[in-house]
């Protein structure tokens, strides 16, 4: 049995426009996600909320605008259950959600000079990291929690 995603036009929207900016497009995929959020609103599917708030933040122009995208994807985490992100695709687990919600938050305090943040968001992705599958993105995850730099904001090494 193979693990696919379950038809979801919103979800279809996200994806597409997240291959957009990757494929070197970021303007035009941030104004389409952008439009999307506007649609759904802070009270919209938390799934579709969570999975566009995380991909928007990496489109933005500044930390501080990234920033608030990620504290919006790790809100829309908290509203979020199993079953509804199950009924996209079975083999999702919410908590796993939170090492890479919480170490995207950490990035951005870090780079930003907010060193005590940092490191309590590194602590809350370290907490996590045994929700993570023991797949290639769980090892992802896993290497860029052990390869974070804490205390030197201008290092990105991740």
Do not use: K
Not at 23 to 42: F, N, V
Not at 43 to 60: I, K
Not at 113 to 128: D, S
């Amino acid at each position: 049995m193979t693990d696919q995603a379950t038809a979801d036009p919103t979800m279809t929207r996200i994806i597409e426009a997240v291959q957009l900016g990757q494929s070197g497009a970021p303007a035009q995929a941030r104004e389409l996600l952008t439009a999307l959020w506007d649609e759904l609103g802070p009270t919209g599917d938390a799934l579709h909320r969570c999975t566009l708030a995380h991909y928007l933040a990496d489109l933005q122009d500044t930390t501080e605008a990234e920033l608030a995208w990620d504290e919006r994807a790790l809100a829309a985490v908290s509203d979020l259950t199993d079953e509804r992100a199950q009924r996209y695709l079975s083999s999702l687990q919410v908590q796993a959600f939170l090492p890479s919600l919480y170490l995207n938050l950490a990035d951005c305090h870090r780079r930003l000079g907010n060193v005590g943040p940092a490191r309590e968001h590194l602590a809350r992705a370290r907490e996590h990291l045994v929700r993570l599958p023991d797949d290639p993105y769980g090892e992802s995850i896993r290497a860029a929690v052990r390869d974070f730099v804490e205390d030197d904001p201008t290092d990105r090494r991740r």
